[in-house]
């Protein structure tokens, strides 16, 4: 299975997120990525279901929707609705986990936890085969445009090896810092789904090239 490309639109013009999208659609886009940011679990302020709905509208790719949100189970049902076909939630925001990924599967989307830079993948130990989604947060969440922590590619490791011993099949996708020079050493760690905001739709010549380095920078090599 080829590792495949989320752009996070964190990083679009959102004065043509239409545009945008459907670009990062044509230039062979498999998810989109859609990061929701409270002001609280982390220091920024993004965007709700209103803008997952104009995703919606603009792509029939999946829409992976992360949220980096306290308390989000009261708004697991609008992003649902919006149009979110995954929704991940933090383990360090959610003190019920098992309800939320049950609560998501419920409402129809596929269920993901997002674990930050410093926090153990022995947190998924009792969901772990509840989920659709793991999402291995490089970067401290909050910002586009920062470095990937490589110290966290080990962890991804050890991830993808547990997973491959209990024979589970989730996604695990490395979010965060991610880009040509490193995206071929995060896949070779497990990853099956790069997130890129910065890499992708902040590439200077726009998404198309920025997604064509990254297919170039993983695909095997002949
Ligand atoms: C950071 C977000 C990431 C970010 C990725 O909190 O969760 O998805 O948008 O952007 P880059 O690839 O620029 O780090
Ligand atoms: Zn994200």
């Known amino acids: 299975m080829t590792v495949r490309l989320a752009p996070s639109i964190l990083s679009c013009d959102f004065g043509h997120l239409d545009r ?13 990525h859609v ?7 982390v220091p920024n302020l993004t965007l709700g279901p209103i803008v997952v709905a104009a995703a919606r509208r603009a792509t029939r790719l999946p829409i992976d929707v992360h949220l980096m949100i306290v308390d989000p189970d009261h708004l697991l049902e609008a992003f649902v609705k919006a149009g979110a076909d995954r929704l991940s939630v ?16 419920e409402l129809g989307a596929l269920p993901g936890v997002a ?21 291995v947060m490089t ?9 990937l922590l490589p110290a966290i590619l080990p962890k991804i490791e ?7 011993a209990e024979d589970r099949s989730f996604e695990i996708v490395v979010d965060g810092g991610v880009d040509a020079r490193n995206a071929a050493a995060v896949a070779r760690a497990g990853a099956t789904v790069l997130v890129a905001g910065n890499a992708a739709f902040g590439h200077p010549q726009g998404v198309a090239a920025g997604l064509a380095a990254l297919r170039g920078a993983i695909a095997p090599r002949a």
């Open 20 to 32: 945008e999208i459907r670009a990062a659609e044509a230039a062979g886009a498999d998810w989109i």
């Open 35 to 41: 990061d929701v940011m409270d002001g609280r679990f």
């Open 90 to 105: 933090h383990v360090e925001a959610v003190p019920h986990l098992q309800r939320a990924i049950a609560r998501i599967r």
């Open 115 to 135: 674990l930050n830079p410093h926090t153990p993948i022995e947190n998924l130990r009792w969901v772990f085969g509840d989920i659709d989604t793991a999402v």
């Open 139 to 147: 970067v401290n969440p909050g910002f586009g445009g920062q470095a």
């Open 158 to 164: 050890a991830l993808a090896q547990w997973r491959r």
